[in-house]
């Protein structure tokens, strides 16, 4: 598995060996700061690009500053092939953490038994369950609407409407969407067919 140190730049140097399928190319966490699209060097980069498309038998070149530590995960943004077809792969980025850019709550639940400053990990504290305490709801302003990704939404089940709140929502023209994340996951944007996952 790749290491590399916040504040390092990673150029990944990635073909997509087709033969018919294009790639959604991601790394989850990051903004490209240059995509050199079909490998081309000659004209200029792209920059501040999160996924790129790589054709079939085709490749990109993307460069990133790492500015945290954590596990960046490289996908095919068509998920479904990233999980059953093994296209994913990760870095690891080590170094201090630095909480102007980005705090985890996650991080805990995915470590595997050592940080990222080098120091050993605390000891996990004893989880006592309690009421889940009422939630005040958001008022929301004329002409703006408040979603809420609700939590344990990370945690599929059958039952799609404890993902958000309102579940189903139509709006006319010119509404305001604001998504609240109330959930520890990033990723909770998921459709109820699984098709779609953000």
Do not use: C
């Not at 980005?102 to 006592?128: C, I, L, Q, R």
């Amino acid at each position: 598995m790749p290491y590399v140190n916040v504040g390092d730049t990673v150029r990944l140097y990635v073909l997509n060996a087709g033969p018919q399928l294009i790639s959604s190319f991601h790394v989850i966490g990051e903004i490209f700061d240059r995509v050199y699209r079909e490998a081309d060097l000659y004209s200029p980069p792209g920059k501040g690009i999160q996924s790129t498309l790589i054709p079939a038998g085709g490749a990109a070149i993307v460069d990133f500053l790492v500015d945290v530590p954590g596990t960046y995960i490289l996908v095919d943004h068509a998920i479904a092939r990233a999980i059953h077809k093994g296209a994913i792969g990760t870095i690891i980025a080590e170094g201090l953490d630095n909480l102007e850019i980005y705090e985890s709550f996650a991080t805990k639940e995915w470590a595997d038994g050592h940080t990222h400053n080098g120091e050993e990990p605390e000891p996990e504290p004893e989880v006592v369950e309690e009421e889940p305490e009422e939630e005040e709801s958001l008022e929301a302003a004329e002409n703006e609407v408040i979603v809420e990704i609700m939590k344990g939404s990370m945690k599929k089940d059958d039952d799609p409407t404890n993902d958000y709140s309102p579940n189903i929502l139509t709006i006319p023209v010119g509404t305001t969407v604001t998504w609240v994340n109330k959930d520890r996951s990033v990723h909770t944007v998921t459709a109820r067919n699984r098709l779609f996952n953000s």
